[in-house]
C-alpha cells in the first residue's frame, strides 16, 4: 500500500493568490514527480526531483516552482494563479532502482489536488 | 522524438477479453509500464515488463518486444469496475548520471465495458 499524500484534495481560488501544493509521502522515496492532467489528457511531467536539494523542471514548462529540502516533502507553489492554470495536480515517487527487481522503478501516485482558478 | 501511441478508446462485453496495444518509438528504452486510472482518480501500477514475453498477473497480462516497439494489455473476464483509461508508460533513462529514469506517458486509452 503506497503512503503518497496530497493537499488540498480540491482549491477554487482567485486570479492573483499565492497558492502552495502539499505532497508528502512516507515511504522514504528518494524520487519524487508533479504532474498536469487535463482531463482526457496525458500526465504532463511538470517538476522532479530525485532527492534532497534536486530539484528540475520536466517537460512540460510550468509557471510553478517546487522544493524538496526534506525527503517526503515535495511542496509546489505557483506565486500567482491564474485561470489556465486550473488543471489536476498529480504528485508521484517512486525508489531508488534496485538490482534486478523492475518493479522498484514504479512510480506511486497521490490521490491529486484539483485547481480551479476564476 | 519521443511518441507513444494507444488507440483512443474501446468497449467490450463484461466476461469477455480485451487487448490493449501500444506502440512506441523512443530513446533510451528501459521497460514499459501499464496503468490504471478510473476517472478523476490517480493512476495506478498494473505491469511492468522490461524484457521480451508475457506477464501474466491475475486477469490481467502484459506483453513486450522492444525489437517491434510494441506492447500489449490483455484483460480477461472483464468485470463493469474494469472501465477506465489504461494508460502505457516507457521508462527512459535519460541522464548519463547515475541510475535516472523518466516516464513518457501515452494518452491513454478509454475501456468501456458494458454489461
Known amino acids: 500500500e503506497a503512503d503518497i499524500y496530497q493537499t488540498p484534495r480540491y482549491l477554487v481560488i482567485g486570479t492573483g493568490k499565492k497558492i502552495t501544493l502539499e505532497c508528502s509521502q512516507t515511504?522514504?522515496?528518494?524520487?519524487m514527480y508533479w504532474y498536469q492532467q487535463d482531463p482526457g489528457m496525458e500526465l504532463h511531467l511538470i517538476h522532479y526531483s530525485y532527492g534532497v536539494n534536486s530539484t528540475e523542471k520536466g517537460d512540460l514548462s510550468s509557471e510553478s516552482t517546487v522544493s524538496r529540502i526534506r525527503t517526503e516533502h515535495f511542496p509546489l507553489t505557483l506565486e500567482s494563479a491564474r485561470p489556465s492554470h486550473t488543471s489536476q495536480y498529480l504528485c508521484?515517487?517512486?525508489?531508488?532502482?534496485?538490482?534486478?527487481?523492475?518493479?522498484?522503478?514504479?512510480?506511486?501516485f497521490g490521490p491529486g489536488t484539483r485547481l480551479t482558478v476564476t | 522524438g519521443q511518441n507513444i501511441d494507444q488507440p483512443t478508446e474501446m468497449t467490450a462485453t463484461e466476461g469477455a477479453i480485451v487487448q490493449i496495444n501500444c506502440t512506441y518509438q523512443t530513446s533510451g528504452f528501459n521497460g514499459l509500464f501499464w496503468y490504471q486510472q478510473h476517472a478523476g482518480e490517480a493512476p495506478t501500477f498494473l505491469s511492468y515488463?522490461?524484457l521480451d514475453g508475457l506477464e501474466e498477473k491475475g486477469r490481467f497480462s502484459s506483453f513486450l518486444s522492444r525489437s517491434k516497439g510494441y506492447s500489449y494489455l490483455l484483460l480477461k473476464e472483464l468485470q463493469m469496475k474494469d472501465s477506465a483509461s489504461y494508460l502505457c508508460?516507457?521508462?527512459?533513462?535519460?541522464?548519463?548520471?547515475?541510475?535516472?529514469?523518466?516516464?513518457?506517458w501515452g494518452l491513454g486509452t478509454s475501456l468501456a465495458v458494458n454489461p
Open positions: 508521484a515517487s517512486s525508489d531508488r532502482p534496485g538490482t534486478g527487481e523492475p518493479s522498484s522503478y514504479e512510480q506511486y
Open positions: 515511504m522514504g522515496h528518494d524520487k
Open positions: 508508460a516507457v521508462n527512459l533513462i535519460w541522464s548519463n548520471a547515475g541510475n535516472n529514469r523518466k516516464l513518457i
Open positions: 515488463n522490461v
